[in-house]
């Protein structure tokens, strides 16, 4: 069977991705595409020029080699038993599903399926991973936010912290990369792909600020170890979803390439 991806969710990744296999820059075939609303899905199908089939889950899993999750962590565990069940691999774009499910990681490598977890948004995950070889210090991440990115948060409703009405920047959250993804699960992704490349969910340090001057998610992460000082600047302009960047969309479709590709570059 041709290698071919299954596309679930169809929100800002998710067109994407089809745009790019009907631009045919994706590298590989797209199998189909299912999504919770049929109809918001198909109706984006429509503009392709030569759209795949809209399927329901179980069609779409017998019918890819990778299944690629875009429609949020809650999806996640049942995507997952579905294809490594059917022995198919799995991207997961909601990264900090893999820290409340830390069982799929343990499937995938017990059952020998492929799991991904893309960068994202976020940059420097190679050196990360290379300097969590030897001894690591400190792993700190601060997200800055325009206010849109950041309204509805489950923590901001949960401690009723105010944000529509600032005027200037104002911390909103700081404790551990776990607590941050699961207090903000549409903003901070980014901060799970760290952890997990790094020194592990409780270990690592998330600030979020909300800065109504913003146009940009900015993100800055900083590592210290006996290898030394790593530092990385981010700046990422939000996609048409304001919680989303445009370099999460870009690295979903390169991780989907390389997914295929027999040269890695890089760690």
Request: with cysteine.
């Amino acid at each position: 069977m041709t290698y071919s991806i299954g596309i679930v969710g169809c929100g800002a990744i998710g067109r994407s991705l089809l745009g790019a296999g009907d631009e045919g820059t994706l590298g590989v075939p797209v199998a189909g595409v299912t999504s919770r609303t049929a109809s918001t899905a198909e109706a984006f199908l429509a503009t392709l020029d030569e759209p795949p089939p809209y399927l329901d889950r179980s069609e779409l899993v017998e019918r890819s080699s990778l299944l690629v999750e875009t429609a949020g962590g809650h999806v996640v565990p049942s995507l997952a038993e579905a294809a490594f069940a059917a022995g198919k691999d799995l991207m997961v774009i909601s990264i900090g599903a893999l820290l409340e499910h830390p069982e799929i990681i343990e499937q995938a490598r017990s059952l020998g399926c492929r799991l991904y977890a893309p960068s994202g948004a976020i940059a420097g995950l190679d050196g990360i991973k290379s300097a969590c070889q030897g001894r690591v210090d400190r792993v700190e991440m601060v997200s800055r936010k325009p206010i849109a990115a950041l309204e509805g948060a489950p923590y901001l409703v949960e401690k009723e912290i105010p944000i529509s009405g600032l005027t200037e920047a104002k911390e909103v959250f700081l404790g551990a990369a776990r607590e941050a993804c699961r207090g903000f699960p549409s903003n901070l992704n980014v901060s799970a792909a760290v952890s997990l490349a790094g020194v592990g969910p409780d270990l690592t340090t998330v600030r979020i600020i909300a800065d109504p001057s913003l146009e940009r998610n900015c993100h800055d992460i900083t590592v210290e170890g006996d290898f030394g000082l790593l530092h990385v600047h981010i700046e990422n302009i939000p996609s048409e979803n304001p919680k989303t960047g445009r370099l999460t969309a870009l690295s979903i479709i390169r991780s989907v390439r390389e997914a295929v590709d027999p040269v890695r570059i890089g760690t």
